[in-house]
């Protein structure tokens, strides 16, 4: 994702057959000074029930100050604080907001139960909020562990 402008929300999809039983979801974000990933109604389910959501929070509305059922950090030498929830620029309700940067990576990881040899749907909704300055890229890391 490269520009000087906001992205607007975009949807995400992918598959994934489970190789263990407690899998983690994990999103990894870097970005420079002023600019912004958001991330809503995140969303993991069995292709076989996919009206079993297997996330907790998924949509991050049971969040006000904190996240329940994410961990969310930053790595070694973050200037910033890590993710949080945000009120503003949010598909609906409330959203993910990554910080951290300019040369550090935010996660925001969960872990959710699988049936081995499973294949199971993986979905999210992300933007990018650009503010002044020249054309900046974020990076997105998003993997199973």
């Known amino acids: 994702m490269s520009g000087s402008g906001t992205l607007a929300w975009a949807q995400y999809a992918y598959s994934y057959t489970a190789n263990k039983t407690f899998p983690t979801l994990s999103f ?3 970005s420079p000074t002023n600019t912004f990933l958001y991330m809503d109604d995140v969303s993991v389910a069995d292709t076989t029930n996919s009206s079993v959501q297997l996330l907790n929070n998924q949509g991050f509305d049971n969040s006000s100050t904190s996240l329940p059922g994410w961990d969310v950090w930053c790595s070694s030498g ?9 009120t503003a620029n949010c598909r609906s309700g409330n959203c993910y907001k990554a910080q951290c940067g300019p040369t550090t990576t935010n996660y925001l990881v969960q872990t ?11 979905s999210f909704w992300m933007q990018r909020i650009k503010g002044g300055g020249a054309p900046a ?7 199973i562990m």
Do not use: K
């Open 78 to 86: 973050c200037s910033g604080t890590a993710g949080g929830i945000s």
């Open 28 to 30: 990894g974000v870097s």
């Open 112 to 122: 959710f139960p699988a049936v081995f040899g499973r294949t199971y749907n993986i």
């Open 137 to 143: 890229t974020v990076t997105l890391s998003v993997g």
